[in-house]
């Protein structure tokens, strides 16, 4: 195990850019299973998750192969397995996205229920509702959820909440399905379109990805393309926040602003200076900012993803915000984390109350998920003294090269052995 350890207190300064998005990596990966063939894909970002995707891939028989830079070569054209195992579903929650695609490819699949952050009971209902109503029989059998669909037919499918997750299972099924499929309520982030425009360049037929209603005519084969994933939206969030935190001046390369709109529109809102380029943001803050309230909704409302690092920030404000968490049920796990260095949040169910204080002070943390380690990261850069935070594996799943970027911004953060 590894831990970070930071001297906090400098000011970020520098320019960094943003690695490819693991949101829109994971889906475009597993749908890389209905090509067929050989698919050649770009800016796909170096993460431990990505690596258990491919080894999910791997595990069917898709020939996997990273080359320079962030471009990874997916061969599907012989699959010889449709099971997905616990040891390797179990690692992240977008295993479950290889379901719709091998539901397509081989018309039979079984994967064990899937890992990922520990925020919420992350159910699985809206992906078989949709699946079943394309013409899968699915069932559980001993903590894997098997489906088989001898054929599948397009149809209406109402999502009773926009999930990215199910938005991107059923539409990945549906590309191959007979007739057309038409998703009611559907998730609009901007994976669901980097998904859509993947999916396209293999020869599917959809249109309103990125509107709450998508239409796909399904079609006989896909054939393999060549395609690259957006930019980190989260990842740009994250050093957007941890510049002004620290009181910095720091350029964030290679991002479409309006993918950030929400965070940039409520960091403004805060007194923070911002300077939104055509792709990049650049944040020049003297560390001084107010409180604002945050409620997380889905795209374009404020990210979920990023509430945990916003809260940080908040623990630094001047005055009290309040954070609501409309998305998972348990994801304020950082707040007590945050309360060792001096923050002051009470949580009390779907919200947190944040006191912002002049500063925080250094202390030992552990990270619980992903986006509440980067919180920690955050609050240690801008904190008085050192922070150690422990279980950094859940940071690697969604950050790239994080330490080398943040001491390229002027930060002293290092990785240790955690003995
Ligand atoms: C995706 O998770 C992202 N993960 C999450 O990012 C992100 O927080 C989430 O979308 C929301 O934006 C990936 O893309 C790999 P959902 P997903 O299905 O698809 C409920 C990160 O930090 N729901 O939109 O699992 C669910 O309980 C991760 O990078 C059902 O009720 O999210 C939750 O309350 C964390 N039934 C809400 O919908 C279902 O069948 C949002 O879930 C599916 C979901």
């Keep these: 195990m590894e831990k970070f350890v930071i001297c906090g207190g400098k000011s970020l300064c520098g320019t960094v850019s943003v690695s490819g998005s693991k949101n829109a990596a994971l889906p475009i990966l597993a749908a890389s299973i209905l090509s067929g063939g050989r698919v050649v894909l770009d800016n796909i970002p170096r993460l431990s998750d990505v690596v258990s995707m491919c080894d999910i891939l791997s595990s069917i028989g898709c020939g996997v192969s990273f080359s320079a830079g962030d471009r990874v070569l997916i061969d599907a054209t012989r699959l010889n397995s449709n099971v997905i195992s616990y040891q390797l579903a179990g690692r992240l929650r977008g295993s479950f996205l290889v379901m719709g695609p091998l539901l397509a490819r081989l018309g039979s699949v ?31 059998r001993q903590g894997s959820v098997v489906a088989k669909a001898k054929k599948l037919v397009g149809t209406k499918i109402y999502l009773d909440f926009p999930s990215v997750g199910a938005t991107e299972n059923i539409m990945s099924a549906a590309v191959l399905a007979e007739g057309a499929t038409v998703i009611e309520n559907a998730a609009v982030e901007p994976e669901i379109v980097d998904l859509a425009n993947f999916l396209c360049a293999m020869g599917a037929n959809i249109f309103g990805a990125g509107t709450d209603t998508i239409k796909i005519e399904g079609v006989k084969i896909l054939k393999p393309a060549n395609y690259s994933v957006i930019s980190d939206r989260i990842e740009a969030g994250s050093y957007l926040i941890a510049a002004a935190a620290t009181g910095g001046c720091v350029t964030v390369q290679n991002i479409l602003p309006d993918y950030v709109k929400p965070l940039t529109a409520k960091m403004k809102e805060m007194g923070i200076p911002l300077d939104i380029g055509e792709n990049y943001i650049a944040v020049n803050s003297e560390g001084n900012f107010h409180a604002v309230d945050i409620k997380t909704l889905p795209f374009p409302g404020f990210p979920t993803d990023m509430q945990a690092q916003m809260t940080a920030l908040l623990a630094l404000s001047e005055g009290t915000g309040i954070i609501t968490e409309t998305i998972f049920e348990n994801r304020f ?70 330490e080398q970027k943040l001491t390229q911004l002027g930060a002293d953060i290092h990785r240790e052995a955690e003995h």
């Design 110 to 140: 079984s994967i064990s229920m899937p890992g990922g952050c520990p925020i919420g009971a992350r159910p699985i209902d809206l992906h078989i509702k949709g699946l079943a109503a394309l013409g899968a029989c699915i069932e559980n």
């Design 333 to 402: 796990m950082h707040a007590s984390e945050l309360a060792r260095m001096g923050a002051s949040i009470k949580v009390a169910g779907r919200s947190a109350v944040v006191e912002g204080k002049k500063a925080l002070t250094g202390a030992k943390v552990k990270a619980t998920d992903l986006r509440a380690g980067a919180a920690l990261v955050i609050a240690g850069l801008a904190a008085r003294g050192d922070t150690e935070i422990s279980d950094i594996y859940h940071i690697d799943r969604g950050y790239v090269a994080l």
